[in-house]
Nanobody, 125 residues
Framework: VQLQASGGGLVQAGGSLLLSCAAS????????IGWFRQAPEKEREFVAA????????YYGDSVKGRFTISRDDAKNMVFLQMNNLKPDDTAVYYC???????????????????WGKGTQVTVSS
């Protein structure tokens, strides 16, 4: 099983980034996929999730209206379009997979079936 996040980088405040999460080794379209982030000395924070087969989505309050999650089940990939980035968005971003949960429920979970390695996002002011 592998989840690999990519697309992070350094961007100025107000800019945009597109993160990708590539999955392999499990039945991708049976899983809800989520994005989480963790900044130095802060707890892990839920960002967004999307249910299997392009179903319901759910966002953390701090990113609503700025971030959009989507998935391409044919390619086993999930994307996070991040617009109007702020310095507070600086963190390592991780994707995760959980079987048979709603997108909203995933936001409340601590443990996931699968975690990927993260990608660093740095937003300068």
């Amino acid at each position: 099983v592998q989840l690999q996040a990519s697309g992070g980088g350094l961007v100025q405040a107000g800019g945009s980034l597109l993160l990708s999460c590539a999955a392999s080794g499990f039945t991708f379209d049976d899983y809800t996929i989520g994005w989480f982030r963790q900044a130095p000395e802060k707890e892990r924070e839920f960002v967004a999730a999307i249910m299997w087969r392009g179903g319901d989505t759910y966002y953390g309050d701090s990113v609503k209206g700025r971030f959009t999650i989507s998935r391409d089940d044919a390619k086993n990939m999930v994307f996070l379009q991040m617009n109007n980035l702020k310095p507070d968005d600086t963190a390592v971003y991780y994707c995760a997979a959980e079987n048979w949960v709603t997108a909203q429920a995933m936001g409340a979970l601590k443990d996931m079936d699968y975690w990927g390695k993260g990608t660093q996002v740095t937003v300068s002011s």
